[in-house]
DNA sequence: CCGAGTGTCATTGTATACATTAGGTTCGCA
DNA sequence: TGCGAACCTAATGTATACAATGACACTCGG
């Protein structure tokens, strides 16, 4: 890969999912390039990757905004993603190998060792939790599932409230991944399926809800 | 929108969709500025949406290829855009202007009149036919569909089997179209996804058959 | 005082030159 | 003759200069 263009995208990325750009902010190529120490041509490609997944806004004159998202817009991004995941899941069922299969168990355990430290451990929650999911769509060999899910998944942490899980939803996530490996092992798609609409489902709702529970803070990420 | 770099997109798109530049080909980015009579920076641009779009692969060195499908890579497009154009159905069922249905019948009126003509028109079937799935994602009112399917809706014409189609194919798109718009009026979401993923998962096997089946050569596009 | 028009400034689009890196070829040595 | 290393070539990554275009403000006329 490329080093300046991805350093560019990645510290962009971050400065809009932190809350650095807040919504709607404009963004100049130029304001950028001297922020992230690069020329404005990696700037220009790290945008136009930003904006094919939807983390920015252009105008009719091609100027750049920082997009906003209504409750609604993340709602639909959970929906679509609940769709295509699950899709993933039912592939995943009848081509999943039995190492991959171990892997997932790994990082199921990594989870559960997260959870259940004395202080939940939620940069080692948030980082298996990635994984586990990788697995699942690595396993259902699909490039076009994992195109598309690629440019959607980091959106739903836009929200900075989401960032907020309780201990009882970390646990429900946990179990919730046990069951996908148990579905997993009997190599069943509908029921692989069934659990990962669920999944998906039930962290919508988390993520609806963040504003009213939040225990655990600097949760950066959607707990899955 | 930049004059350049959408000029290239749709030189180099048509030079792959039209076979000039045969899956496996690799794809000089100077070779491809001199063809398209722009310097390489839109050239970089183009190739990045197509990159994107997934009509263009690149190696682990960033050396650009035309992709290669499989029959079973597009069979796994037919069903990924199944499952988001039904669902861009259902969501248009309870969201549909009156204005939108008519746009519909209108389109539907003009397929009727291409199919129907003394030789098949194949060239306003295919125009019409785009714009008449293009007011439903329109009425689906999703950002995250539209741009989805704006990625994968031209892929499975790549391969140029597909571009025969019978009359009786058209036929029945056509008649599939209709119960669409009647879906669309009862605003029955139900009723208007199954016609989608009947309607896609027809394309699907007409495509496949089509090695059987050549009897309209010259069209460009599925039939949806 | 308001509106239209024009001029200036800011920002984006494109071209080109240069840096860097991968890949191939050739030469040398075992 | 086969293997390997170094060099050379070609293609991509980055920076910068320039062109074009839209935004904004100010002025002038009504």
Same mark, same amino acid.
């Given at each position: 890969?490329?080093?300046?263009?991805?350093?560019?995208?990645?510290?962009?990325?971050?400065?809009?999912?932190?809350?650095?750009?807040?919504?709607?902010?404009?963004?100049?190529?130029?304001?950028?390039?001297?922020?992230?120490?690069?020329?404005? $041509?990696?700037?220009?490609?790290?945008?136009?990757?930003?904006?094919?997944?939807?983390?920015?806004?252009?105008?009719?004159?091609?100027?750049?905004?920082?997009?906003?998202?209504?409750?609604?817009?993340?709602?639909?991004?959970?929906?679509?993603?609940?769709?295509?995941?699950?899709?993933?899941?039912?592939?995943?069922? $009848?081509?999943?190998?039995?190492?991959?299969?171990?892997?997932?168990? $790994?990082?199921?355990?990594?989870?559960?060792?997260?959870?259940?430290?004395?202080?939940?451990?939620?940069?080692?929650?948030?980082?298996?939790?990635?994984?586990?999911?990788?697995?699942?769509?690595?396993?259902?060999?699909?490039?076009?599932? $994992?195109?598309?899910?690629?440019?959607?998944?980091?959106?739903?942490?836009?929200?900075?409230?989401?960032?907020?899980?309780?201990?009882?939803?970390?646990?429900?996530?946990?179990?919730?991944?046990?069951?996908?490996?148990?579905?997993?092992?009997?190599?069943?798609?509908?029921?692989?399926?069934?659990?990962?609409?669920?999944?998906?489902?039930?962290?919508?709702?988390?993520?609806?809800?963040?504003?009213?529970?939040?225990?655990?803070?600097?949760?950066?990420?959607?707990?899955?």
């Amino acid at each position: 890969m490329s080093r300046a263009s991805d350093r560019a995208y990645v510290m962009i990325r971050d400065m809009i999912l932190s809350g650095d750009l807040p919504s709607g902010a404009k963004i100049g190529e130029e304001a950028l390039a001297e922020q992230c120490g690069v020329s404005r $041509t990696p700037i220009r490609e790290a945008l136009g990757r930003l904006e094919a997944e939807l983390l920015i806004r252009r105008s009719d004159t091609q100027r750049s905004y920082v997009a906003d998202w209504s409750l609604e817009d993340v709602e639909e991004v959970f929906e679509l993603r609940g769709l295509l995941e699950s899709r993933a899941a039912r592939r995943a069922a $009848t081509r999943i190998s039995h190492s991959q299969i171990e892997r997932l168990k $790994t990082h199921h355990a990594a989870i559960g060792e997260a959870i259940n430290a004395p202080t939940p451990d939620t940069q080692q929650f948030v980082e298996h939790n990635h994984l586990f999911h990788s697995v699942i769509l690595e396993a259902s060999a699909s490039a076009e599932l $994992t195109s598309m899910l690629a440019r959607i998944i980091e959106r739903p942490i836009v929200h900075r409230t989401a960032r907020n899980y309780s201990f009882d939803d970390l646990k429900r996530s946990h179990r919730q991944h046990g069951e996908l490996v148990a579905a997993f092992e009997q190599r069943d798609p509908a029921w692989a399926e069934a659990v990962m609409v669920s999944h998906i489902r039930r962290a919508f709702h988390t993520y609806a809800n963040a504003h009213i529970d939040q225990r655990i803070p600097d949760m950066s990420q959607a707990a899955e």
